[in-house]
């Protein structure tokens, strides 16, 4: 009983409506005409009965009224959890351990709130409608039965009743509520976004934007069929907006977005960082400067050079005359001049 899950009473009250499924029951009472004329005697009434002549009929008779199937659907009535099988149709898939556990604690500690939804199949198995995470954590905790609500559906109302009941769950990720939507639209039970909205009992703006989610690339839906609460909606922009201008590098944004699998509240600035990184210039290290050293006669190193890319750097050790050796450094770079061209810029 998370929060925000809605109560089976307003599940009840609105499900007539969104199914409309008309059930109505026999009249409750039936009262024939009252007899006419003078009272007559057991023999006189066989009398008339051997003559051809009907009897005259009681002044009263009453004919009690079956229950229609909306009164059957408000009995609460035991059921014994092994006989209880999932809807085929619940949109959830994988469901938190952890949530189920405090869900059992809370059940054992106050007991059940709400019935579960059910209807009766064929074989004699209920088919769960609503309530299954609280089925699992009864189970849990070692009950043998559970409080259920028994509807008489069809296969399609089943199908309706099954994707709708969830909608106000709040522990329903945004990937669910998007394959819930699309398969009501798949089914036929809405045309467009707006008739989803209306069938959900939810914004449409809600709708635009969780089936936004299965827009996304093959290898990103595959990670959300393992991790239905992986991307959470301010993940889902980022995500969105890297594949805008990354859109052959879908393996490796989805590689990124794995990250999220261990560190599900991560920042979205935090995130936009990790899955740009790959995408990032590489700065060129530049070679550190090549040192060469020259000696003077008697091998004493005089001049240290050190040559980069662009640049030649010469110092010289104390002692050795500086103009001297600019002379002829300048004398010797004029004449190299000489003797090379450079190419016109």
């Known amino acids: 009983m998370s929060k925000g899950h809605p109560s089976e009473a307003a599940f009840n009250a609105t499900l007539k409506d969104r199914l409309q499924a008309a ?17 007559k005697s057991l023999e ?12 005259a009929a009681p002044a009263l008779a009453v004919i009690p009224s079956a229950p229609s199937a909306l009164d059957e659907s408000k009995l609460v009535r035991k059921i014994a959890l092994q006989d209880i099988v999932d809807s085929p149709y619940q949109p959830r898939k994988r469901y938190d351990e952890t949530r189920i556990q405090l869900l059992g604690e809370a059940l054992k500690a106050r007991g059940q709130d709400d019935p579960i939804v059910v209807r009766r199949l064929a074989s004699g198995k209920y088919e769960l409608i609503a309530g299954h ?7 849990l905790i070692g009950w043998s039965e559970i409080d259920a609500r028994v509807r008489a559906l069809s296969d399609r109302e089943a199908e309706l009743a099954t994707l709708t009941s969830n909608e106000s769950n709040e522990e329903l990720s945004t990937y669910e509520r998007a ?21 959900f009992g939810c914004s449409q703006g809600r709708v635009s934007q969780c089936l936004s989610l299965l827009q996304f690339p ?20 980022v995500v969105k907006e890297m594949l805008a201008k990354h859109p052959q590098a879908v393996d490796t944004i989805a590689a990124g977005v794995e990250v999220l699998i261990d560190k599900p509240e991560m920042d979205v600035d935090e995130l936009r960082i990790l899955l740009g990184k790959p995408f990032e210039k ?15 006669k008697n091998g004493v190193s005089i001049f240290k050079v050190q040559v980069t890319e662009r ?9 050795v005359d500086i103009d001297l050796a600019s002379r002829r450094a300048m004398a010797a770079l004029r004449e190299l001049a000489e003797s090379i061209e450079v190419p016109k810029k």
């Open 23 to 39: 059930t109505t029951g026999a009249p409750a009472m039936h009262m024939t005409a009252s007899p006419t004329g003078a009272s």
């Open 44 to 55: 006189e009434l066989l009398n008339d009965e051997n003559a051809g002549t009907p009897p």
């Open 133 to 139: 995470r609280r089925t699992r954590a009864a189970r």
């Open 179 to 199: 394959k819930a939507y699309q398969e009501a639209l798949d089914r036929g039970f809405a045309t467009d976004q707006k008739g989803i909205a209306s069938l």
């Open 218 to 237: 093959g290898p990103i839906l595959d990670l959300l069929e393992k991790y239905p609460g992986l991307l959470k909606t301010r993940h889902a922009r």
């Open 282 to 296: 590489k700065r060129v290290r530049s070679k550190p400067p090549v040192s060469r050293m020259i000696a003077d």
């Open 311 to 319: 640049e030649i750097v010469i110092k010289a050790e104390e002692g």
